[in-house]
């Protein structure tokens, strides 16, 4: 496996990382968790060195699993974790209470640790930009954590460009996270441009748009009743079929280069900047595999032309995500 630089920092990761959230939170059921040490051990074999996890997801079990599945290989791999919810006490998964005062987040650190069974976290980011605290005051908790050797490196997940340059003043980031895919471009107007600015890493989620960019889905496809895809806009039944068009595109291209569909949109995203590192999340080994191996495909610069100028004549049907939830982002 290929490694990545996350932006200016020292911080090495592999190319592609691994999202663990779907394993026990937001698709369903949780998987099972035998089965996920397993598949994240495997993972590891394969050169996967990049793993992601959060507080919330669960809340706490997607912390343990993980904790427990990369305890044998702590010193070859980098862990990423999040702040910035206040779990539900009644355990559910708390999207819309935000904590980020200074004291919370030196709480769930010192709690990520416990279940994460490890002497430090790699990569902390705050999870949603929490409007009542400054986000000086946040870089500052973080700092002393780091300063404390709790923590290696600062991150923000979703954050608008003016919290990243001021986040940054106070601590150096390491790391931006937040959608982005050929399916949701928004990232490239400003965030972007600021990041390779002041030499920040950007890491993906959604990579693959949910499991849409994989043609797997269609708009007969149904979701179990605990499926976050059920909430959101762009996955109804009408928007799926509008959207098809985009599947279609990556088929067409995958077809020509003897991949999949989500290979190519992996492969999309490996080529946009060379500090890019999206983290595709799964339960099953065969499309582990298959994402993994969207590394070894280099889209020409005609490829990536075809693929540009073809997807900007479609119009995406849907918003990303409920209004209430898109609210949290981009602060």
């Not at 989620?205 to 994989?214: A, E, V």
Request: aromatic share 8%; with cysteine; proline share 7%.
């Amino acid at each position: 496996m290929q490694k990545r630089k996350l932006g200016r920092s020292n911080l090495e990761v592999s190319a592609i990382g691994l999202g663990c959230m779907g394993m026990s939170f937001g698709y369903g059921p949780p998987a099972d968790k035998k089965e996920m040490i397993s598949l994240i051990r495997k993972a590891v074999e394969r050169g996967v060195t990049f793993f992601d996890t959060a507080e919330v997801y669960g809340p706490f079990i997607n912390e343990e699993l993980v904790g427990e599945a990369l305890a044998p290989f702590r010193d070859r791999v980098v862990i990423a974790t999040k702040y910035g919810f206040a779990p539900d006490p009644a355990g559910g998964p708390g999207w819309s209470a935000l904590n980020s005062r200074p004291e919370h987040i030196k709480e769930v650190a010192e709690g990520s640790l416990k279940r994460l069974k490890t002497d430090f976290i790699d990569l902390l980011y705050q999870h949603r930009v929490d409007p009542n605290v400054p986000i000086e005051d946040v870089a500052g908790a973080v700092k002393e954590l780091i300063q404390q050797g709790k923590v290696r490196h600062f991150g923000l997940s979703e954050p608008g460009v003016q919290t990243i340059r001021r986040a940054h003043r106070v601590q150096p980031i390491t790391a931006v996270q937040s959608e982005y895919s050929l399916w949701w471009r928004r990232p490239e107007q400003e965030v972007l441009p600021a990041l390779e600015e002041l030499g920040i890493g950007f890491v993906p989620y959604s990579p693959l748009g949910k499991g849409f960019l994989t043609g797997k889905i269609t708009e007969n496809t149904k979701f179990e009743s605990t499926d976050f895809r059920n909430i959101v806009p762009r996955f109804t039944p009408e928007a799926r079929k509008a959207n098809q068009a985009l599947v279609d595109l990556l088929t067409k291209v995958a077809e020509r280069k003897k991949a999949t569909p989500a290979q190519i949109a992996l492969a999309w995203l490996l080529a946009q900047k060379p500090w890019i590192v999206p983290i595709p999340g799964t339960t099953k080994l065969h499309r582990l595999e298959e994402n993994l191996g969207a590394a070894t495909f280099e889209l020409t610069p005609d490829d990536l032309r075809d693929i540009n100028s073809a997807s900007s004549q479609m119009k995406l049907e849907g918003a990303r995500y409920p209004d209430r939830l898109e609210q949290l982002t981009g602060r």
